[in-house]
């Protein structure tokens, strides 16, 4: 069973960073594409980021672009989101993605709240 | 950046009833490289992560029921529940992966009526 687990939300203040992971099990990590996804507290889904399967190809959305990095360690089957310079908006659910004609599976989420 | 919008953003039906949502893109999502639309639909209940329903605008996940259906091309695509059941109450999405950035649809808001 595919299985995305988040982990690394929490409350931080504005200007600050946090790092979330997200561990993988149940298929062939190194093999797909991976993805970021926001939920913003009573609004919608928006993506934030990906990476390709051996992480040499990354992209991001405007929002985020410089701010944000991703990465993945295949070794240990997890994926990570560094965030820093962090603001009011950024505060949403965190979901972590596997790509496979569409977003074919998803993990629980992980909130980030900033806030002074 | 492609823009996508759906339409409308709530919607209340009969149980056993059709519901359908629109979602139009901004520009084509039809790829050329396999002349595939590069188009999927999401559902999403509270407390849970999105569900992946429908991807390639019509192809069905593998597990949804097929009450379940996606069409169109291009730029204009539907989301159709041919009968509606009490557990399809949810957030539906589109959402375009054709190029980044990867945007959805606000979001339709489907409840029984």
């Known amino acids: 069973e595919v299985q995305l687990v988040e982990s690394g939300g929490g409350l931080v203040q504005p200007g600050g960073s946090l790092r979330l992971s997200c561990a993988a099990s149940?298929?062939?990590?190194?093999?797909?594409?991976l993805h970021w996804v926001r939920r913003v507290p009573g609004k919608g889904l928006v993506w934030v980021s990906h990476i390709n399967s051996d992480g040499r190809i990354t992209n991001y959305a405007d929002s985020v672009r410089g701010r944000f990095t991703i990465s993945r360690d295949n070794a240990k089957n997890t994926l990570y989101l560094q965030m820093n310079s962090l603001r009011a908006e950024d505060t949403a659910v965190y979901y972590c993605a596997r790509s496979d004609d569409g977003l074919d599976s998803w993990g629980q989420g992980t909130l980030v709240t900033v806030s002074p | 950046d492609i823009v996508m919008t759906q339409s409308p953003d709530s919607l209340a039906v009969s149980l056993g009833e059709r519901a359908t949502i629109n979602c139009k893109s901004s520009?084509?999502?039809?790829?050329?490289?396999?002349?595939?639309?590069?188009l999927a639909w999401y559902q999403q209940k509270p407390g849970q992560p999105p569900k992946l329903l429908i991807y390639w605008a019509s192809t069905r996940e593998s597990g949804v029921p097929d009450r379940f259906s996606g069409s169109g091309s291009g730029t204009d695509f539907s989301l159709t529940i041919s009968s509606l059941q009490a557990e399809d109450v949810a957030v539906y999405y589109c959402h375009h992966y054709y190029s980044t950035p990867y945007t959805f649809g606000q979001g339709t808001k489907l409840e029984i009526k």
């Open positions: 520009q084509s999502v039809l790829h050329n490289s396999n002349n595939k639309n590069r």
């Open positions: 149940g298929f062939t990590f190194s093999n797909y594409w």
